[in-house]
């Protein structure tokens, strides 16, 4: 990926789409979210590695993992391999019917997927990535604060918002 | 290759005529070939020598990793059903079947540490561990993420 920026929009919206549509949704889709919220650390991983890693990048999962297991980072690499390994289960662990075999549901129970894996791993991930990232960016922070509307604006027209 | 003196009565294949033709004989065997080719055939034993050396490296490494691996299953024997090593081009795939079908945190973590306790001592220089815990599974779930047939 080209540049720090196209990483860290794409950890915004991986969140935005964690917050607003999978985590509500948690106990129909668990697979999704730990697989978002794992792609979401790859690239809160990547922006990091663009500001404070001498190649920039790392090109596939097998570079990445060598990196962050080295001594400079694998405080992170102890919060990242969870989510790696949990959403690689989640694409692979084939779930038959009628089977006494585990599925990704009844592995990671979709109620533990939020304390788990986005208020545990995830958040540690984003932590430890962002006070990398502040050595040379000191006010950086992944996710901005949502925007707030005050009260007193005007409504926009229907007609003005189609650009008419 | 290494560099040695020259002595007055050594024949240097660089500077014959390249098209010259050499005979070598050996245990009745004769092989004819150009001062190039003799050349190459000694570049090649010399990488061979040190192919060897690493394939026999690795190979004492795959035995440490085995045995560490192996003990570490050991301790778990509660929780660890079976394990797996799969060697494969990029990595050592360490998989293992949990006897229970729910997610086991202290796993994951030792899991983790494994990772780091291997790619952190210089003994297993050759060597990337990868590692993956699954719940109790029949073997198409282990084929998901391992080929039995390797």
Known sequence: MASFNAHVELVRQNTSLLDGMLIPAVQQHPDWVVTVAFYTALHMVEAMLFDDFPDKHTSHHSERHNVLQGARYSHIWYDYRPLYAQSRLARYLQTAAGKDIASFASYSRPNTIVPNFIDGHLAKVRQETEQVIRQSRPTFTFILPAATVPPSSPAIPPSAAAGS | ?150
């Open chain 2, 1 to 150: 290759m290494a560099k040695m003196p020259l002595k007055t009565n050594v024949i240097r294949l660089g500077h014959l005529d390249p098209k010259a033709q050499l005979l070598v004989e050996r245990d009745g065997d004769r092989v004819v070939m150009t001062p190039d080719e003799a050349i190459d055939a000694c570049l090649s034993r010399d990488q061979s020598k040190d192919l060897i050396a690493r394939r026999d490296l690795f190979e004492r490494q795959m035995r440490m990793l085995t045995a560490k691996l192996g003990q570490w299953i050991d301790e778990r024997r509660a929780k660890v059903f079976e394990g797996y090593l799969q060697t494969r081009l990029d990595c050592q795939m360490f998989l293992i079947v949990l006897k229970g079908d729910e997610y086991d945190p202290a796993i994951e973590k030792s899991l983790t540490e494994l990772t780091i306790d291997v790619a952190s001592d210089p003994a297993f220089s050759m060597l990337r561990l990868d590692v993956q815990a699954l719940p109790k599974c029949d073997t198409d779930d282990v084929k998901s993420f391992i080929d039995l047939d390797d």
